[in-house]
């Protein structure tokens, strides 16, 4: 089960990592290519800076699930300084927990936005506006799935899925 998880984790980090920086690269050709095209033709690509924003909602998506997935995130441990050691672990988990609601929430919120709003089409791309709205579902489904497997590593004793110092 153990090599499982970590063949799991390992996979999520590389399907986040490697989504989040496609999302990073193709927002810099765009934005790059429009402005190339904005001082040398003297226009841009219409589409362009719609399509930037919401690629940068994707990659941040992936970005969220792979730093979660490293302990890379922003943590405050004001109060992991101040329990004992032997209750670190628990801690980790029960944040794990709350990482998973927070998920979850994300997830129902955005089931919730795409009913009422995503059947508009986006004014300069033309593409319907589910397509950008589904990723908060995306977003959540792997925020949630990241606390899943985080937390099975924590329960599971592996000592590389206890937060960093």
Known sequence: MSHLLARIHRGLILF?????????????????????????YGGSISWGEDTAIYLMIYGLMFGMAWAYLQDKHIGFDLIRRLLPPRWLRWQAVAIDLVVLAVGVGLMVSAIEFIAARGNRTSSSTGIPMWVFQTSMLMG??????????????????????????
């Open 16 to 40: 986040n990592g490697s989504l989040a920086g496609l999302a990073m690269v193709l927002i810099f050709l765009l934005v790059a290519g429009n402005a190339f095209a904005r001082y040398t």
């Open 140 to 165: 959540g489904g792997l925020l949630s799935l990241s606390a899943l497997v985080m937390g099975a590593q924590r329960l599971s004793g592996r000592s590389d899925g206890e937060p960093s110092p």
